[in-house]
């Protein structure tokens, strides 16, 4: 929890720097992960993939534009980078 404050503290001070390279480092990420999902085909189980990678990303990008509070920015971005290598690592393995 300590390092969850420390960094949500430094992402306060310095949201305005922070959510530009938040926003393309995770849509990045976003695409690797999207990249991967659709490379093991297209069943409904990739779909569900997907859309739950392409939702966290569009989710923490609304958040920002519509100029949430800090910490739901912040919260949804970890939810995004953290979900996004999750599929990663789990369709690289398949």
Do not use: H, W
């Not at 409904?44 to 509070?69: D, E």
């Amino acid at each position: 929890m300590k390092i969850y404050q420390r960094s949500l503290e430094e992402y306060k001070k310095g949201i305005i720097g922070y959510s530009p390279i938040a926003i393309i480092g995770q849509s990045c990420l976003g695409s690797a992960a999207a990249m991967y999902i659709l490379a093991n085909g297209n069943s409904i189980l990739q779909m569900i993939q997907l859309f739950i990678v392409t939702i966290l990303c569009m989710f923490y990008n609304g958040a920002i534009l519509s100029q949430q509070k800090p910490k739901l920015s912040f919260d949804l971005l970890i939810a995004s980078i953290v979900v996004s290598i999750i599929v990663v690592a789990i369709n690289n393995i398949i």
